[in-house]
């Protein structure tokens, strides 16, 4: 499901836009030199914080979702990673966010019986389109830390 493309294409698509929000920021730094060379204070504490509040903003809307995803991507593909049998029972309605990576859990049974202790719970990528599992299809789930980083039928 994942590769070393994958990790390449986030991260120049983290450049590009860490490359537009420096854009604004160096015109806002000019504009605090350029008041306090001219003994404007006002501005000067204006400009100051309107140049945190664009970092701040842009950080957590703009890169700080694709710096927790290039993370767990190096992590899927690079770390220590576990397999898996067991049996399809269902997806989770609702999205669930670890690490600031958004999921959509499901459920996997070990030992093909409605026995909730033998249910395992994972986490499959909501970036990606979800499989067409019926419920009780057996399946070999490759994870790392509970995040299915591929799989196939049996």
């Avoid at 019986?113 to 970036?127: Q, W």
Wanted: charged letters at 20%.
């Amino acid at each position: 499901m994942y590769s070393s493309q994958n990790v390449t294409d986030i991260t120049s698509q983290l450049r590009k836009r860490t490359f537009l929000l420096a854009i604004p920021l160096v015109l806002l730094l000019a504009g605090v030199v350029a008041s306090i060379l001219h003994r404007v204070q006002w501005l000067t504490i204006l400009l100051f914080i309107l140049c945190c509040f664009v970092l701040i903003f842009c950080w957590g809307l703009f890169l700080s979702p694709l710096h927790q995803y290039r993370k767990f991507l190096q992590s899927a593909i690079h770390g220590q990673n576990r397999t898996m049998e067991g049996y399809f029972k269902r997806f989770v309605d609702e999205k669930s966010e670890r690490d600031g990576v958004y999921f959509i859990p499901l459920f996997i049974n070990i030992s093909n019986s409605d026995e909730e202790e033998d249910d395992r719970l994972f986490y499959f990528d909501a970036n990606l389109p979800l499989p067409d599992w019926k419920v009780g299809e057996k399946l070999s789930i490759t994870s790392q830390d509970k995040a299915v980083i591929s799989w196939q039928r049996i």
